[in-house]
Every structure is written in C-alpha cells, then in structure tokens.
C-alpha cells in the first residue's frame, strides 16, 4: 500500500521553510535556496517512493501517487521561476554549507529524476509488450479456428469467432 505519511505537501514545504528562517536571520537569497531545498527533498523523496512502486511493479500505487505528483512539480516549478531573476544573486549565499547542500542536493536529485525517467520508460515498455502478446496470441487464435471456404461458400473447418476484446469497433 501507499506510504504518503513522510512525503510533504507544497503548503508544508513552505511551513517548515517559514519555522527553519525565523530561527536565524538570513537574507532573501538564503530563505530561498532553504525553501529550495526543503521542495527538492520532498520532489526527491515522491519520484524515489514512485521508482520503488514501478520496479515492484506496484502500477495501481503509482497511480495513485500521479495527483500528487503533479502538485509537487507544479510548486517546484513556481518557486524555479520565481528565483530565475534573482539567479545571480545565488551566489551571495552567506553560507558556504549553505551552498554545498543546494549543489548536493541538486545533483542528486538530477539523478533521481533519471532514475525515475528509466522506470517509467520501462514500465511503458513492458505494458506495451504484454499489450502486443496479448493481441498476437488472440489473433493467432483467431487464424487456427478459421477454415477455409468450401463448395457451398460456407467457411469450412471449426466455427470461427472473434472475441470482443480483439476487434477495434470499427464495424
């Protein structure tokens, strides 16, 4: 089942940001790149829990997790474009650990969105492969239960049926 307890809504994201700066002073840059932090940490933790759910080939869980993960997106996109004119500001973060975590931070989130985008891809890959057999084995099917036309016009050997799954409606 789906473990939501630990993964953050946008709306806390920004809580949590809001209680970390109030204990130290920082400047804008600074409560910007926590609050960057804090969305990557959240974006990550979704995209792995989905990974997880996709290798364990958990595709109802996933689907369930889409709604959310729209929303995350959605946020982290907002907060990017809200920091894109004040990007050369980033490099006034008064803290160099400061730095060093939103450059951790980035950099493994890139690889678990990589690592997302394989699982994905691969679960598309898969469904598309069963989809095909099931299609092949059906029509194979239907091609070993037709006869051939005899004398009369009739069609000769077993009754030939087409199963309602297999045709595409457009008669």
């Not at 109030?22 to 959240?42: F, G």
Request: proline letters at 2%; glycine letters at 4%; a negative charge.
């Amino acid at each position: 089942m789906l473990d939501k307890t630990h993964t953050k809504t946008p709306s806390q994201v920004a809580d949590v940001s809001e209680e970390a700066h109030s204990k130290a002073p920082q400047t804008e840059i600074d409560i910007m790149a926590e609050q960057l932090l804090e969305m990557i940490d959240n974006f990550d933790e979704l995209l792995r829990n989905e990974t997880s759910l996709l290798s364990e080939g958990k595709l109802s869980d996933v689907a369930e997790l889409q709604e959310q993960k729209m929303e995350v997106a959605k946020e982290y996109e907002r907060l990017l474009r809200s920091m894109t004119d004040k990007q050369a500001d980033f490099k006034q973060i008064s803290s160099s650990s400061l730095k060093e975590r939103l450059k951790a931070a980035t950099d493994t989130f890139q690889h678990v969105l990589k690592k997302n985008l394989f699982a994905l891809k691969s679960a598309q890959i898969s469904a598309k492969r069963v989809s095909e057999r099931i299609a092949k084995a059906a029509l194979k099917d239907i091609e070993q239960e037709a006869g051939t036309y005899n004398a009369r016009g009739q069609i000769g050997g077993r009754k030939t049926t087409i199963p309602a799954g297999v045709t595409d409606g457009a008669y």
